[in-house]
Every structure is written in C-alpha cells, then in structure tokens.
C-alpha cells in the first residue's frame, strides 16, 4: 500500500492502534506518525480511548458456549486451529464467513465513531456552555443598562423640574423688575412735577391767591391758586375737600366776559387734598374769574350752580 499523504494515514491510525494492520502498513504508519505531529497526536488521542475501552462496561464470565464459539472464529479467520486450555467436548470447528481483511477496517470504523461522536459531544458541550455563559453576561449587561436609563430618565426629569421652577422664577423677577421700573419712573416723574411745582411757586414773581369758599364747600375746606402774570400756567392747592360723589367730578373754569371754559377736572386724595396744574389757553391776565363747580360727569357746556370756590383775577 503507497500511503501519499496523512488523510490516508489518519484513517488508518484506528486499526494501527488496536493492531489489526499488517506489517508493512504498522511499519509505515509508525514511521509516518514519528515524524508528523499532526498524526502523532491523532495516534495519542486514540490510545487514550483504547486504554479506556476496557473500563466501559464491567467484569462479566461468558458462558462456556460463547468461549467455544469465539475460538471458532478466531481460528476461522486466523486459518490455524485454537486449542482452549479447558478440556471441553469435541464440536465440529464452524469456519466465519468474514474474512480478516473486513474484520480491520470494521474495527477502526467502530472507533472511529466512538471517537468523533465523543469529541462532538465534549465540543457541543463546550459550545452549549459557553454560549449560556455569554447569555448570562448579555442579560446581566442588559439589567445594567436598564439600571442606568432609569436613573438617568430620573436625573432628566429632576433637572427639567429644576429648569421649569427656575423660569417660572425668572419670570417673576422679570415681572417684578417691570413693576419696580414703572414705580421708579412714576417717583421720577412725580418728584420732576414736585420740583417744578415748587419752582412756579417759589417764584418771586408768582402771585398767590386765596379762593373764596361758598356755602356749597365743606367746612375747613380751602383752596389757593398760583399764577404769573403773562405766563399761562395756573397751579391750585385744595385742602379738606371731599372726593366728589358717583357720577359728579370737580371742574376748573375759567371765565372771560361772559364766557366760561372748562379747563380741566380736579381728583381729590383720600387724604382730601388735591394738587392742580394747568396751562390755559391764554395767558391769566387774559381772564376774570376762576371758579371750581361741582358738575355731572357728561356736562361740561356751561358750569352748574354747585360753585364750591371762586375768585376774581
């Protein structure tokens, strides 16, 4: 037999093992084997399940008939007559029909499987574990996971809590920011009016004039009415007079020969004082008499007979 290359080798390392190849054929495989690792290795690994076959099944004495039958066919196939130790009947000798040639490569077949179909086993084995091991760590990995996006929706909803109170408080101060510049800039404006006014007053060539109260004004009532002459400015001071009554407003008049002019409404504080600034159309000299009526709202035309002050100019 020409053995060219290991797979012929390889397949017949089972029968070299159990020592069912001929001479020339274990000659050459041992030789083969001695120098190729590969081979080697597959020769050891047979050994090992050799050595271990005679420890697959326990010790058992077969009866006297099966001992005859084996000899019958060893010396069958072997051509040479088997005589057994034990003195036993005489039995005509049954030939097998196997031949030796058959009797091999059964052999190496039959461990061949046992072979393959254990290693393919210790490797499913091997793959069955590992693949459970790598589905336990992808499920611990995926609880992880979970972990960190719950306690990350929780941090992203506590900061969007902390944002949402942040601009509501911002507005706020936004709001209140508006509320104390509109404040500061009716001081302004009302300390600018003070100012002024207190300017037009103190002014040495400002004329001051007490108004004459009727019978009509409240009692400790007064009013008093600052004017320059040639300037139309006109600033009056009422004290002790009371808000005027739903549906009535106090006006300022101011007459001329016969006519009259209504030249604006007076609003009294709570604190019953009221301060009056107006520029008439003409300046004061220009009129005769200054009067403060007390007339329904939507009548303006001519002044009522409810005169609270007057005075001539």
């Not at 029968?15 to 190729?36: I, M």
């Not at 196939?77 to 029909?97: A, E, L, Y």
């Not at 007490?210 to 409240?218: F, G």
Request: contains cysteine.
């Amino acid at each position: 037999m020409t053995l060219s290359n290991c797979d012929e080798i390889i397949e017949l390392i089972p029968a070299f093992v159990l020592g069912a190849l001929d001479a020339d054929d274990a000659a050459r495989v041992a030789t083969h084997v001695a120098a190729c690792s590969r081979c080697r290795a597959e020769a050891e690994s047979f050994r090992d399940v050799v050595g271990l076959l005679p420890y697959a099944a326990g010790s058992l004495e077969p009866p006297p008939h099966v001992k005859r039958q084996l000899f019958a066919r060893i010396a069958a196939v072997s051509d040479h007559p088997v005589t057994s130790t034990v003195q036993r009947p005489q039995r005509s000798t049954v030939r097998s029909p196997l031949s030796g040639r058959w009797v091999v490569p059964a052999l190496a077949l039959m461990l061949a499987l046992i072979v393959g179909l254990g290693a393919a086993t210790f490797e499913a084995r091997g793959r069955a574990d590992a693949l459970a091991a790598e589905l336990a760590a992808n499920r611990q990995t995926l609880r992880s996971l979970e972990v960190q996006i719950a306690e990350m929706r929780q941090a992203a909803q506590a900061v969007e809590a902390q944002l949402i109170a942040a601009q509501r408080e911002l507005d706020e101060t936004r709001t209140q920011l508006a509320a104390s510049q509109r404040e500061l800039r009716e001081i302004q404006a009302s300390g600018s009016k003070d100012e002024q006014l207190v300017s037009f007053i103190a002014a040495p060539q400002t004329v001051s004039q007490l108004l004459e109260t009727t019978e009509r004004a409240p009692e400790k009532a007064s009013a008093r009415m600052f004017m320059q002459p040639g300037h139309n400015r006109l600033v009056l001071l009422i004290y002790g007079l009371k808000s005027a009554e739903p549906g009535k407003v106090y006006r300022l008049w101011l007459a001329k020969g016969n006519q009259a002019i209504a030249i604006g409404t007076v609003t009294v504080g709570p604190d019953s004082v009221a301060e009056f600034v107006v520029d008439a159309p003409e300046p004061m000299d220009a009129y005769d008499q200054v009067m403060i009526t007390l007339d329904e709202v939507d009548t303006a035309a001519q002044p009522s007979e409810e005169v609270i002050f007057e005075a001539n100019l």
